[in-house]
C-alpha cells in the first residue's frame, strides 16, 4: 500500500521559509518521480514541482528561484524548501508519486499571513 506522510506546514510571515517533508512507503522510492502540488482556498489542486529518482527538478514560475526539492533516497523522503513566501503560497501542500496528485498524501497546511 502506497503511503505518503506530509509535515511541516505551519504559519509564517510573509518572507519567511518552511520545510516540508513527506515520509514514503509501499512502492520503490528510489526509482519514482515523486511530485509536490498545492491547493489554495477555492482554487484547484496545482504542480508546485517534481523531482527524478536522480534528482532533477522543475518548478513551476511562481515558485522558481524560491523553493526547492529534494530527496533522500535512504530515508525514502522528499522535502520542499520554501523561502521568501508569499501570500499567494498559502495552500495546503501535498506530495504524490503521479502530476495530478491522484496517489498523495493528506497534505500540510502552509499558511503565509502577517
Known amino acids: 500500500e502506497v503511503r505518503l506522510v506530509e509535515s511541516g506546514g505551519d504559519l509564517v510571515q510573509p518572507g519567511g521559509s518552511l520545510r516540508l517533508s513527506c515520509v514514503a512507503s509501499?512502492?520503490?522510492?528510489?526509482?519514482?518521480?515523486m511530485y509536490w502540488l498545492r491547493q489554495a482556498p477555492g482554487k484547484e489542486l496545482e504542480w508546485v514541482s517534481k523531482i527524478t529518482n536522480n534528482g532533477y527538478t522543475e518548478y513551476i514560475d511562481s515558485v522558481k528561484g524560491r523553493f526547492t526539492a529534494s530527496r533522500d533516497n535512504i530515508r525514502n523522503t522528499v522535502t520542499l524548501q520554501m523561502n521568501r513566501l508569499k501570500t499567494d503560497d498559502t495552500a495546503v501542500y501535498y506530495c504524490?508519486?503521479?502530476?495530478?496528485?491522484?496517489?498523495r498524501g493528506q497534505g500540510t497546511q502552509v499558511t503565509v499571513s502577517s
Open positions: 509501499g512502492f520503490p522510492f528510489m526509482y519514482s518521480w
Open positions: 504524490a508519486t503521479d502530476d495530478r496528485g491522484r496517489q
